[in-house]
């Protein structure tokens, strides 16, 4: 079975400063691993994937996400945090039998102070 | 990418009441997925709507709870029945087109019971 942990309700940085936001996985064979971004009263949207290939891997707004095998880990980052990062971040899971449905972590609040 | 359009946005129920949530997506798509997200929680999924056939229910959700409809490959609706204050949550639609490994999701239906 699939499963996604977020260790961290809530996460504080300063503006300009580096972020890193954790995602550990568990799942069955190779994983499908995903970013998703919610900002207030909106749905969620897509940063970035891994599949495949390259452990680093680089989405919208500038983030990127390092896959690591060994640690079973997907830990999102960003070289210089914004004001306008602040936001609900999840990571999410699928395996590679062909269903697309999603497991999702906990989500993890994001606040960049100015 | 697809465009998913969700309504209503929002709304407030009489409990033992039913509400029916729409999703329109701008082409047609293999895979829908129903998901909740309750007050400060992660998304969980409710069903996959499968195109001419029953809804696949996940675990704890059941169809006289949740029914679904897809009558096409474009559009699904969701019924939340006899509702209960504990039905207050976010309700998202979500799709997955063939050939892309992400999903892709609505902006949303903020319920809540009263």
């Known amino acids: 079975a699939q499963s996604v942990a977020q260790p961290e309700d809530q996460v504080n940085v300063a503006e300009g400063n580096p972020l890193t936001v954790k995602c550990t996985y568990s799942?069955?064979?190779?994983?499908?691993l995903f970013w998703y971004v919610q900002y207030p009263n909106r749905g969620l949207q897509f940063l970035l994937k891994?599949?495949?290939?390259?452990?680093l891997v680089k989405g919208s707004y500038g983030f990127e996400a390092e896959f690591n095998k060994s640690q079973t880990s997907f830990h999102l980052k960003k070289p210089s945090a914004l004001v306008s990062d602040s936001a609900l971040y999840f990571c999410?899971?699928?395996?590679?039998?062909?269903?697309?449905?999603?497991?999702f972590g906990t989500g993890t609040r994001l606040t960049v102070i100015p | 990418s697809a465009v998913i359009s969700q309504k209503p946005s929002r709304d407030i129920c009489q409990r033992g009441t039913s509400l029916t949530i729409q999703c329109q997506v701008d082409?047609?798509?293999?895979?829908m997925f129903w998901y909740r997200q309750q007050p400060g929680q992660s998304l969980t999924l409710i069903a996959t709507?499968?195109?001419?056939?029953?809804?696949?229910?996940e675990s704890g959700f059941v169809i006289d709870k949740f029914p679904i409809s897809r009558p096409n490959l474009t559009f699904s609706t969701l019924t939340v029945s006899n509702m209960s204050p504990e039905d207050s949550s976010i309700y998202l639609c979500?799709?997955?087109?063939?050939?892309?490994?992400?999903?892709?999701f609505g902006q949303g239906t903020r319920l809540t019971v009263v």
């Open positions: 709507a499968n195109q001419g056939s029953e809804a696949t229910y």
């Open positions: 999410a899971v699928r395996d590679q039998t062909g269903a697309n449905n999603l497991f």
């Open positions: 979500s799709v997955g087109k063939g050939g892309s490994t992400e999903a892709f």
């Open positions: 891994y599949i495949t290939g390259d452990n």
């Open positions: 082409s047609q798509v293999t895979m």
């Open positions: 799942v069955s064979g190779n994983p499908y």
